[in-house]
């Protein structure tokens, strides 16, 4: 995992030109500047300076990632005043949210906005990413975390995330020596997400086209059925493998190789209705995506791999309804 505080030494030594002024900028060390840039350098595997008699200079790679830096910079900076803007919000917020998110990094979020926004309270609806583009569109919800984006007359998207699907099985099932092809696959019902999804149909497809004339699909809604029925060796599961941390660790679960075209990824949109009381939506929004990348980047260990934009200013904006501006278990779709 690669330190944030690596990511700012980085930046001011690029900057300023050299360790000392660095060192003077973060009252560190110069041993403590260098080290850091080394762990740096060994997190990400590629070299950012090149040093010599007469200094030290960017590498070509050093300077593409240079912006990265300072974008995550900024997104610290902006998501620091946001916190420090406690009384903006209040009223309540209408959250759908889809149950791979719940998994992942939604508690994140929730501990930020709890911090940032005292006075907003949250309802929290898990479900399919279907049923919310419903609920989005008939006001029942004020922001949706779905699979998106929604292409509809005053809805706003921004993307949140990005997870691969993969082939995943109980060892018990003794499926033989990859890569496996899916004629073998098809020997067991496939448990994947319900089948008025795209991931379900991708799949039906994908096991059409290698040979399986009449693949056997086992959907739900419910990530916990999927990840019990995979475990009790009931048949292979696609799923994201970002919610099975455990169960991969321990070897309950285990990817499989198999000789078939990639799986679409998941791709999370935050969507809400434009109007005169999307501020606080759009600021959640917002700030889901800096959390949801930041959760990215902490999985893949490489945060200036990461474009994000910057969060905007907190806060001048009007409440939810119910509200005053002050001055002062698993479900699938996905």
Known sequence: MIDLRNIETFFWVARLGGFRAAAEKLNATQPAISQRIASLEAGLGVRLFERDSR??????????????????????????????????????????????????????LMEYMHEAYPALMVEIQVDTSTALRAQLSSHQIDLAFLLGPMEEPRVENIHLCRYPLAWIASPQLRLGRPPISLKRLGRWPVITYTSNTDPHRAVRRILIEGGVQTPRMYGSSALSVIVRMTLDGIGTAVIAPVILGRELAQGLLQILDVQAPELPPLNYTACWMQGPDSHVARTVAQAAQYIAREDAARIAGNPLTLDPPPLPAPGLGPALRGGHKDKGGRNADK
């Open 55 to 108: 200094g030290i200079t960017l590498t070509a790679k050093g300077y593409e990632l240079l912006s990265h830096a300072e974008r995550m910079l900024q997104m610290r900076t902006d998501m620091q005043q946001a916190a420090r803007a406690q009384n903006v919000m209040s009223g309540t917020l209408r959250l759908g949210v889809s149950e791979t998110i719940v998994h992942t990094w939604l508690p994140s």
